[in-house]
């Protein structure tokens, strides 16, 4: 069970890779959505795996204790409040206040990345390395070009994802002004006051966001990918984004400093590094290594 964090309609990240591969190995998944609604109390989205719009409800029925996996240490007086079988801790990203806590009561911690599990192995020596994966089926599959870039001309540059407080806006802004044309399309919602910078900018398109299905579409309709994370923001660094694993699979140059992107954009590009890039991501397609990721279920008989 996946206690109400976010909503499952939303951007697909780490824990519903991890909870789909729960399913996929036997188990019952309840993820519950953060949204509570009056009007329906469960919801099936996929076999095995049913969407709680009623929290509260859950708690006052007579359900037989589940493994609990989080991801947001204030979850922890909701969570005291239900009886369980174990309780999974996964650092996905800098830890956040509350964190301390999570450690010490959690029976197992995961890690997304090194650089997390180097931070939380002082408190939780026995915390494990869970690392991302790549869909990479998912992404490598280039679908029908969406309307919202075929209007555009190229060259294009798309960023996918949350525009959040750990993505360098005045780069974008920089880039977009320095070179106009060039059409820099952000396929997600944006979530920083920082954009308001953008404002005015005409090769600025926020096409907003879109449901996981869509989004390789995206990617592969464009000439680059970006990934530009603040150098200063704690989240950027100590994480191993999805994102990029996913860039990799669809076979376009992946800029991450866009002081470099009129470069690629010309045309110099290392075409034998994309193709490494690209079987990278294939080592880590979803089948095996999200697979390898949520052994830890299998702890636990179906």
């Known amino acids: 069970m996946y206690p109400p964090t976010f909503d499952w309609h939303r951007m697909v990240q780490r824990p519903h890779h991890l909870l789909w591969e729960a399913a996929r190995a036997g188990h ?8 509570k609604r009056t009007d329906r109390v469960m919801e099936t989205v996929a076999e095995r795996v049913y969407v709680c719009h009623n929290f509260e409800v859950l708690l ?14 204030s979850q922890l007086p909701l969570l005291a409040r239900m009886e369980r079988e174990r309780l999974v801790f996964d650092v996905m990203d800098k830890p956040s206040d509350g964190a301390g806590e999570a450690l010490r009561m959690a029976d197992e911690v995961w890690c997304a990345s090194e650089a997390l599990l180097a931070r939380v192995s002082g408190q939780r020596a026995d915390a494990r390395l869970v690392p991302n994966a790549c869909d990479f089926a998912h992404w490598a599959n280039p679908g029908t070009e969406p309307i919202a870039a075929a209007v555009l001309p190229h060259p294009r540059v798309a960023y996918i994802g949350r525009v959040a407080d750990w993505v360098d806006v005045p780069a974008i802004c920089k880039a977009a002004r320095d070179m106009p044309e060039v059409h820099f399309l952000l396929v997600g919602p944006v979530e920083t006051k920082a954009f ?34 603040r150098a200063d923001n704690e989240v950027a660094r100590a994480a191993d984004p999805i994102k990029l694993w996913n860039y990799r699979a669809v076979g376009r140059p992946i800029v991450t400093d866009l002081a470099q992107l009129g470069a690629v954009l010309g045309g110099r590009v290392d075409a034998s590094a994309i193709a490494a890039a690209r079987d990278l991501a294939q080592a880590r397609r979803w089948s095996d290594s999200w697979r390898a990721a949520a ?8």
């Open 60 to 73: 006052g029925s007579k359900m037989p204790r589940p493994i609990v996996y989080f991801t947001d240490p």
């Open 295 to 302: 052994a830890t279920w299998e702890a636990v008989s179906a």
């Open 196 to 229: 308001v910078e953008a404002d005015g900018i005409q090769n600025i398109h926020c096409v907003g966001e879109h449901f996981y299905p869509q989004l390789p579409a995206f990617a592969h309709a464009c000439d680059v990918v970006i990934a530009p994370y």
């Open 28 to 35: 019952v998944v309840i993820f519950c959505n953060a949204t």
